[in-house]
DNA sequence: GAGTATGTTATATG
DNA sequence: GCATATAACATACT
């Protein structure tokens, strides 16, 4: 038996199904056996010591803040970005190793897999997550931030709309493709200063951010099943705007590929 | 072969 | 210090 964790690229509600699908299999479980396969995927660690920190514990819980993961280990919490194409796996049995296996933690009840083609992603152990969100600098998770507290870490900051909700600093767990779907929806391009925005209109950003989020999760982060109306459905050039029609057109912004409506995300004047 | 990629971080520049 | 731009990371796919 082979239990993928989560389908897509990991942003938040990715992880978030990953962090409950984990919590139902393994909370409980011992590890008997930790590999860690990639010592540049190591962070802060070595691997010989990665794997002695993690041999003998029980999985007691599992966390999340914005992309990142956490296994509560008791005492100790092991930490894990997917980066851009990792994902994660819950084997039975003896299950060969898989393509681009980075971390297995071999369990009494199972095994699970970090697999990572592109080794974008980390891992390590930290001992709290407030310890490791603070040593990052990372903003309050995304699915926790409302109108009133995204105004409150946009008042602070100048600059480019886009570019700040994909900083981590700012908000944890919106990556390109939430940002753009967000965009989307509260028509507003990307290149838009946030001084140009209204508080009204980025409390509204701040609400409809977590909704969007939820509703990711609920789809199980398959797009096509999310509502009508939703850019994700089909985020390419050239596929018709779901609210008027108009192809959807792609530019660059903060070095990232955004995909908007060219009708109904206005240009910023100023 | 060239160009693309949904994440993060370091470095340089104004 | 801040905002912005760029490269780098390593691999797969079109």
């Not at 509260?186 to 509703?215: F, K, Q």
């Not at 779901?242 to 908007?260: E, F, Q």
């Amino acid at each position: 038996m082979h239990h993928r964790m989560m389908r897509g690229v990991p942003e938040l509600p990715e992880v978030e199904t990953a962090r409950r699908q984990l919590r139902r299999e393994i909370t409980g479980a011992r590890v008997v056996k930790a590999l860690a396969l990639d010592p540049k995927m190591c962070e802060n660690i070595g691997p010989g010591e990665l794997e002695r920190g993690l041999t003998g514990k029980i999985v007691e819980g599992i966390e999340r803040h914005g992309k990142n993961l956490f296994l509560d280990l008791g005492g100790s919490m092991l930490h894990i970005h997917l980066g851009m194409s990792g994902s994660l796996h819950v084997l039975s049995g003896w299950d060969r190793r898989m393509t681009h296996e980075r971390l297995r933690l071999e369990l009494d009840s199972g095994t699970m897999v970090f697999d990572d083609p592109r080794r974008f992603g980390r891992y390590g152990l930290t001992g709290s997550v407030e310890d490791f969100v603070a040593k990052k600098g990372l903003g309050p998770d995304a699915l926790s931030v409302d109108g009133r507290v995204l105004l409150e870490r946009l008042n602070a900051r100048r600059g480019t709309i886009k570019p700040l909700l994909l900083d981590q600093r700012v908000v944890a767990g919106i990556g390109n493709l939430y940002a753009d779907e967000l965009l989307f929806q509260l028509r507003v391009h990307p290149r838009t200063p946030v001084a140009a925005l209204s508080p009204s209109r980025i409390e509204a950003m701040g609400e409809r951010g977590r909704e969007v989020l939820r509703a990711s999760i609920e789809a199980g982060t398959d797009f096509s099943l999310l509502p009508d109306g939703y850019l994700l459905r089909d985020r390419s050039g050239g596929a018709p705007c779901p609210r008027c029609s108009a192809p959807l057109t792609t530019l660059k912004v903060g070095g990232r590929t955004s995909v908007i409506c060219p009708a109904c995300q206005a240009c910023p004047s100023g």
